[in-house]
């Protein structure tokens, strides 16, 4: 049985609630690696070179997508998110740098939904 | 060698006081390079090669502060590297503030080059600065990128991209 990856966006979303900047950074990790593995699987993208951004370019030209420009835009801002809370410690990831984040990752997953 | 000659400049240097350091950029003669931070001691200049940044440099920067984008000192470097790389985007920044702000009233722009940690690519960030709710500058934003930068963020393959993020 695969793993599920809405488990980690669950998770991420309880992190985010906490408040607490490790919970945020770790629920902002969580979450992205949840919908960057939805969509990579989607998509069917295999790649482990550059596997991220390859991705990102791939969902531009993806037309099984209502709006494949968004979500690559999306994708795009979102790894950026989790690059800071991950490495940036000087950077403060605050409630409401994390609810950006949030807000962003919800569209990306009804863009996903709505084509499955 | 090199040390060597670094090394009696510095002692130079030493034994001479201080008169001035220059921190305007200033042009050193019979090159196109300019500097920070000059010396000047005696009526010698000392000009600090780590410090030094090239004409194109300031003329990009003067040419991206114009059109209103803040640039911070630290990413000079990289944004003129990556402008001398991407010449194309150079127009897509100058069309763009007039209608950000046409979206996001009271707002200010700032470059920011992101460098992947972790995949080593550049993208070139207009950072819009804001104070609106959470909700309302992400809606904001979305039209904005649906109504005018789709066709900039696919034309240039995402080398340049809008994000709004607070102002605070």
Partial sequence: MPFDWNEYIKLGRELSQENDPAC???????GYYGIYNLLRINVGHTTKYKPHKDLIEKLAAAEKYDDQAQLSKL?????????????????NIDQRYSS???IRLE???KLYTDNL | MAQDTA????????????????????KRPDTSEYFRNVISFNQVKVY????????????IADLLKEE??????????????FMLANPQLIQELKNAPEVIKSYFQNSDLKLKLYTDTEEEYCNLNILILNNYSVEEAFAIEEELFNKHFKDVYLKHKGKLNIREVSAN
Avoid: H, M
């Fill in chain 2, 7 to 26: 090394a009696n400049n510095l002692r130079y240097l030493e034994a001479f006081p201080k008169t001035a350091i220059e921190s305007i950029w200033v």
């Fill in chain 1, 75 to 91: 994708l795009e801002d979102l790894k950026q998110n989790r690059e800071e809370a991950d490495y940036d410690g000087i950077l």
């Fill in chain 2, 48 to 59: 600090p090669v780590e410090r030094s940044v090239t004409a194109t440099e300031l003329c």
């Fill in chain 1, 107 to 109: 569209r990306a997953l």
């Fill in chain 2, 68 to 81: 209103g984008y803040k640039i911070e000192e630290k990413d000079l470097a990289g944004i003129t590297e």
């Fill in chain 1, 24 to 30: 945020l950074r770790a629920g902002i990790s969580r």
């Fill in chain 1, 100 to 102: 950006k984040f949030w």
